[in-house]
């Protein structure tokens, strides 16, 4: 079930990914997941306008080092644009570019980005067509409609496989659902069988349990983790049938990697933000949690986590 998967020639150790995380997929949390068990981990998404204006802080979003393979989220809905980003030095290190064609904030989907895309077939198709004249490998992730009793997924899937793209990600819930709410494992299913390339499913996983149902029910070749990578450091560890690491090592580790290439004042608001979730269901949490956000520097986030973790 959780096994090597190979995406048009580029090998996995295993189909259990790291979905984009916006705010949270950087260079040293990706690192830190492929370590635990991730066989495959993506940038946060990056605009392709960013890109194509010469944004900074945007091709911030885009360091890499020693992972491999590598993978990048791109948005946009601009087919040229897209296409430009692909074959642009600044995703030159990258083995797969996915495309964002899911994400349901009023503030992408405002601008016909993300899901907006799931609203105009022939855009979409020209997009991800575009890309794939990029020659780079071209995913695609999406939802499985835009409102409740929406059964796009297997049409959205065969236009993507018929416009080039190499695999897809279905995330089970519709837009308006955004990420509350039970999976539509059926639509993810109907996904699979649509198409040849490898599909794979996101959305309500927590858990082995969790994964091991969504692979049953829906045939997917693989799953993508997002929000249960936030609340437990071992859930690929889990997944994967590997054993549980202790947390305070790879957070002090993680806390040294932010500051070394963000600096101090990222580094504090980034980790306090990890150190949260890593704090769910612990005895006396809130109370922990309030003394995290009210730290100063990341020497005093270091101090309380070796007293929490």
Do not use: W
Not at 38 to 51: I, N, P, Q, R
Not at 67 to 79: L, N
Not at 141 to 162: Q, S
Not at 281 to 298: H, N, P, Q
């Amino acid at each position: 079930m959780f096994r090597p998967v190979e995406i048009a020639g580029m090998r996995c150790p295993n189909n259990v990914f790291l979905a984009p995380l916006a705010g949270y997929t950087d260079y040293p949390f990706r690192s830190a997941y492929l370590r635990l068990g991730a066989g495959l981990a993506f940038t946060e998404m990056v605009s392709a306008k960013g890109l194509h204006y010469g944004s900074e802080e945007t091709k911030k979003l885009l360091y890499c080092g020693n992972e491999t393979p590598k993978a990048v989220q791109i948005f946009g809905s601009d087919p040229a644009i897209m296409r430009e980003a692909c074959e642009s030095e600044a995703l030159a290190p990258f083995d797969l570019v996915d495309v964002n064609m899911g994400c349901p904030m009023r503030k992408i989907v405002s601008n016909g980005e993300g899901s907006a895309l799931m609203e105009n077939f022939p855009l979409a198709e020209k997009v991800i067509s575009e890309c794939v004249k990029s020659g780079k490998r071209i995913s695609v992730k999406f939802r499985t409609g835009l409102k409740k009793g929406d059964r796009l997924a297997a049409e959205f899937a065969k236009l993507c496989e018929g416009a080039g793209a190499c695999m897809v990600t279905v995330h089970g819930r519709t837009r308006d659902m955004i990420y509350s709410g039970e999976p539509d494992y059926k639509e993810i299913a109907r996904a699979k069988r649509a198409v040849k390339i490898p599909v794979f499913a996101n959305g309500g996983i927590f858990s082995r349990a969790d994964a091991e149902r969504m692979m049953e029910l829906t045939g997917a070749d693989g799953i993508m983790i997002a929000r249960a990578a936030l609340c437990d450091l071992n859930i690929f560890n889990e997944i994967t049938g590997r054993d549980p690491v202790p947390v305070l090592p790879e957070f002090l580790r993680l806390v040294e990697e932010e500051r070394s290439l963000n600096g101090e004042k990222f580094a504090l608001v980034f980790t306090r933000k990890i150190a949260a979730f890593y704090l769910k269901g612990r005895e006396g949490a809130a109370e922990k949690r309030r003394k995290f956000f009210e730290a100063k520097s990341t020497e005093e986030v270091v101090e309380l986590a070796r007293e929490y973790f």
